[in-house]
Each structure stands twice: as structure tokens, then as C-alpha cells.
């Protein structure tokens, strides 16, 4: 079974402050992971895949194979980064089945 | 390039009414098609998936069904709403995994969906 897990629901930060969304996932085979985002009054948009390696609007995400996860990083937050964040999982067996996590509403406060 | 439309944006219907959703992709062909519900505290929920005509992969054994009548074309329903039903519906369209293209997902603007 593939399944993406996003540990916190809500994630208030200052602007400037570091920030980290958690994602951790169950998959046995070797899956494809993405961090989607959803801005307010916006559609659900891509803003990173792993396999790219790529910085976008400031954020990382590594996989961590050893831990199965894929954090969601940025060194400075600044204020338009609030939205709601979702991590993705496409596994390499399934197909096309793309599976969420629950969501984190991150919030960056001036 | 690519769009994707998805009706009506808002719904009101009573329960025990039937449903009808439809999403349709422009610009693509063959596309992989997706209905999912977006439900606060639950993320996004995979409903159904389509990988091309006539092919659903059901996800969660519910009150909704959909059909795939044409390649860009996506329908969710349902014969009998339940109050629980009630959500935020979105439909998606992602490129094939097997095209060599960069697996990407685009979404539409989703439907606000009430059962009262």
C-alpha cells in the first residue's frame, strides 16, 4: 500500500524564520514524490518533484529513502509562502495512482 | 497549450438527489484523469482514476461512481446524495508516466458540492 502522511495540520512561523513541512511515506518500491501547493483563491499547483533536484521560490525537499521522508524546506520564510501545502506520492508500480497527505496550512506571519 | 474544466463550481443539492459532475481536459490526448475530494482535516482523498476510456480504478467503496465516455472527458456521480458527501470535489488530468515527459498533475477549480 502506498500512503503519504503529513504530521502537522497547521504550521504558523515569523516572517524570516526558517521552516520545515514534515512528509513521510510507506512504499516498498522506489516512488516519486512531489510538494504540491494551493495559494489562497488559487487551483492546486506543483511546486516541486524530487527527481528534479530544484529549488523553487526558495524551497528543497530531499528524499530520504533511510527514513522515507521528504520534508519540505526554506531557510527564510517570507509572507506570500503562506498556503497549504501537500505532499505526493506516485509509485513506480502503480501506475498513474497519485496519492495526498493530509495537508499542512502554513501560515508566515510579518 | 493545456486546460482543464471542471462544472459547476458551486452546488447545492438535498440528500437522495443524483449527482453529476463533469470535468473535461483541452490541448491533451489520452490524458490520465482523477476525481478527488478535498475535506479539511482529510487532504486530498483519491476517488477515481482513469488511465483511458471506458478504464475506472475506484479507490474507496462509497455512494460515487464515474465514467470515462471520451478520452478528455471525466464524470463523477451518484444516484442517491448522502450528507456526507458533501465536499470540495476536484478533477485533475496528469500526462501519461509512461510518455518520458515529467510526471505532472494540473487541477481544475474544483466544485463545491452541499448536500443539505
Known amino acids: 500500500a502506498q500512503r503519504v502522511t503529513q504530521p502537522e495540520k497547521l504550521l504558523s512561523v515569523f516572517k524570516g524564520a526558517p521552516v520545515e513541512l514534515k512528509c513521510n511515506y510507506s512504499y516498498s518500491g522506489s516512488p516519486e514524490l512531489f510538494w504540491y501547493v494551493q495559494y489562497s483563491r488559487q487551483r492546486l499547483q506543483l511546486l516541486l518533484r524530487?527527481?528534479s533536484r530544484e529549488s523553487i521560490k526558495g524551497f528543497t525537499a530531499d528524499l530520504n529513502k533511510g527514513e522515507t521522508s521528504f520534508h519540505l524546506k526554506k531557510p527564510f520564510a517570507q509572507e506570500e509562502d503562506s498556503a497549504m501545502y501537500y505532499c505526493?506520492?506516485?509509485?513506480?508500480?502503480?501506475?498513474?495512482?497519485?496519492?495526498f497527505g493530509e495537508g499542512t496550512q502554513l501560515t508566515v506571519n510579518p | 497549450s493545456q486546460t482543464i474544466h471542471q462544472w459547476p463550481a458551486t452546488l447545492v443539492q438535498p440528500v437522495g438527489s443524483p449527482l453529476s459532475l463533469e470535468c473535461t481536459v483541452e490541448?491533451?490526448?489520452?490524458?490520465?484523469l482523477y476525481w478527488y475530494r478535498q475535506a479539511a482535516g482529510r487532504g486530498l482523498q483519491l476517488l477515481f482514476y482513469s488511465v483511458g476510456i471506458g478504464q475506472i480504478s475506484s479507490e474507496v467503496p462509497q455512494n460515487l461512481s464515474a465514467s470515462r465516455p471520451q478520452d478528455r472527458q471525466f464524470i463523477l456521480s451518484s444516484k442517491k446524495l448522502l450528507l456526507s458527501d458533501s465536499g470540495f470535489y476536484l478533477c485533475?488530468?496528469?500526462?501519461?508516466?509512461?510518455?518520458?515527459?515529467?510526471?505532472?498533475?494540473?487541477f481544475g477549480a474544483g466544485t463545491r458540492l452541499s448536500v443539505l
Open positions: 505526493a506520492l506516485l509509485g513506480e508500480t502503480s501506475g498513474s495512482r497519485l496519492t
Open positions: 490541448g491533451t490526448s489520452n490524458p490520465n
Open positions: 485533475a488530468w496528469s500526462t501519461d508516466t509512461y510518455s518520458g515527459i515529467p510526471f505532472t498533475a494540473y
Open positions: 524530487h527527481i
